[in-house]
């Protein structure tokens, strides 16, 4: 079955808009932000959240660009609204980092275009609308939470005809009130990016899976990681797209590596099976790199294995911690030694695996020097992030310590947002050289192995963004600079959350509320 645009969403009736005469269509432009720090250097994805709405929206009829910020510049920006007027922005804000950007450039767009129409979705977004409506001041006309796809045409219906009453929508908040519940689609099988809306699509990679296009097989996390905001927004629900309808999203992408950006790969394996034999049958053939945890892939080792031999390369595995402690802490309900194990059978098939260790604040020397030990004790790819509880995880609410900045650039899981056992700058010093022994190990034995023949090929293909990024990360992770970027004056200063002690009240984290929500068993 081919795929038909108007199915796009089915979750919302598309009714006819009054304002579309057959002169002139009401424009939208959608952007994502710009990259962040980690972006920088290891990956840069294709913005297929902000693909998906503007899917959506040109399936309604309108008259659809897509601008990225993680590859063109401010610059770019308002050229673009110089040059073609767009009746509506959408910004993407999927970040907390990247609010006090997205505030700024609705700011000055309205001053250059007061009439233009500047709204914002995504995932942050839907954690902190209020708050984002309010630094605005007015520049932005609503927040949508929630999923997008189904809201979004009635958003730019509600623009263009009674701009007054969008706060009436599903999940839509403006400085005038807030909508009903935020609506979730009934299938993400009638879902497809529009990807012919991003150019320069040659810029999107992970690691050495350069070029990559995202694919989403299925949506949600039935697990409840207290760091983890995944499975408070979808109201921990987990939907899965149909086999054919994945497979034939696949068949369509031209590029010769796919990350799958689901949360957590392969659950249920036969989900995986199917998937992998419409692949199979359409004869797909690309490399992968997905995200799962360890005790996902041992319970469903052959779903792996069968991934394996259709060109799955490279995991990401959720580890955390690397101690049953630190794993009961983050809530993660396995064990290291089931992490370990899993480890054993990814080098077993040959897998290349990306593994994240959460530094924690109070961490001192000897914390980080075990820790370096241990990632380069093995053979994977391992990389520090901070802890750094926000809006919309359990933590934001249950963290003790009190927070020593409250500035969002600083919420980017690469800076110490809470007070830390040593100085801060011997903190960033410990942070930056174990982020730097765990890359440099990476390159030492990927370049004994093979890093210099992968950059040789990538060249050859003009595919320069993973050789870039094995020469910059010195300019990305420096702790003098980071030291110094909590110095910077903060201009928007993001709310700080009502402590709970005790039980947390889960139905006031879910932006899409489990009464709505039909829940799938865990696999
Ligand atoms: S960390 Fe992973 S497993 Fe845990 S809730 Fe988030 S997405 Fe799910």
């Known amino acids: 079955m081919g795929y038909d645009p108007k199915q796009c969403i089915n979750s919302v009736q598309i009714r006819p808009s009054t304002h579309m005469g057959p002169m002139k269509k009401f424009k939208a432009l959608f952007v994502h ?9 290891f990956l840069r994805l294709e913005p297929i959240g902000c693909e998906l709405v503007a899917a959506a929206c040109k399936a309604a009829g309108y008259d659809v660009r897509l601008l990225d910020l993680q590859i063109f510049s401010h610059k770019d920006y308002f050229r673009i609204l110089d040059e073609w007027k ?15 950007e997205v505030v700024d450039l609705a700011k000055e767009t309205k001053r250059k275009m007061p009439g233009v129409f500047f709204f914002v979705g995504g995932h942050s977004a839907s954690f902190v609308a209020k708050d984002i409506l309010n630094h605005a001041e007015g520049a932005i006309d609503c927040v949508v939470r ?8 009635r958003v730019l219906e509600a623009a263009a005809d009674d701009r007054k009453r969008v706060h009436e929508l599903p999940g839509v908040v403006s400085l005038d009130g807030e909508g009903p519940h935020a609506e979730m689609v009934k299938s993400i099988d009638d879902l497809h990016p529009a990807r ?15 070029p990559a296009a995202s694919v989403e097989f299925t949506r949600g996390c039935p697990w409840d990681c207290v760091f983890c905001s995944a499975w408070t927004f979808y109201g921990r629900s987990y939907r899965k797209r149909s086999p054919e309808s994945a497979a034939e999203e696949m068949a369509r ?3 010769p590596g796919v990350f799958l950006v689901d949360d957590v790969c392969f659950i249920e394996p036969e989900h995986g099976f199917a998937i992998g034999r419409e692949l199979e049958k359409r004869n797909v053939k690309k490399e992968y790199y997905l995200e799962t945890r360890g005790d996902v892939l041992l319970r469903n080792k052959e779903v792996f294995k069968y991934w394996r031999k259709l060109g799955l390369e490279y995991m990401f595995l959720g580890l955390e911690a690397i101690d049953d402690e630190g794993l009961k802490a983050n809530r993660k309900r396995t064990t290291a030694g089931k992490n370990l194990e899993a480890l054993e059978f990814t080098r077993k098939e040959g897998i290349t695996v990306a593994l994240n260790i959460i530094a924690d604040p109070s961490w001192d020397k000897a914390k980080f020097a075990a820790v370096r030990e241990w990632s380069l004790s093995v053979p994977e790819i391992v990389s520090i992030s901070v802890n750094t509880p926000y809006p919309g995880t359990e933590s934001w609410l249950t963290e003790s310590r009190e927070f020593s900045t ?6 980017d899981v690469q800076h110490a947002v809470m007070p830390t056992k040593m100085s801060l700058e011997e903190f960033y010093r410990e942070l930056v050289n174990t982020q730097k022994a765990m890359t440099m190990k990476y390159m030492g034995w990927r370049a004994a192995l093979d ?20 020469f910059k ?18 201009k928007y200063e993001m709310s700080m959350p009502q402590r709970m002690t005790g039980k947390v009240d889960r139905s006031k984290l879910y932006i899409h509320p489990q009464e709505l929500v039909k829940l799938q068993p865990q696999g």
Not at 146 to 153: M, N, R, S
Not at 473 to 490: C, G, K, L, M
């Open 33 to 41: 932000p710009s990259a962040l720090m980690s972006s920088k250097v």
């Open 86 to 100: 767009p009746d509506a922005i959408g910004f993407s804000l999927n970040y907390l980092p990247n609010v006090p």
């Open 146 to 153: 929630g999923e997008g796809e189904g809201v979004a045409p």
């Open 196 to 210: 012919e809306l991003t150019s320069k699509r040659k810029s999107y990679f992970i690691g050495v899976l350069d």
């Open 253 to 255: 992408i031209k590029e």
């Open 406 to 411: 409250r500035d969002y650039r600083l919420f």
């Open 451 to 470: 890093a210099t023949s992968i950059a040789a090929k990538l060249l050859m293909r003009g595919q320069t963004n993973f050789v870039k990024m094995l």
């Open 473 to 490: 990360f010195d300019s990305v992770y420096n702790a003098e600079r980071q030291i110094a970027e909590h110095r910077e004056p903060v």
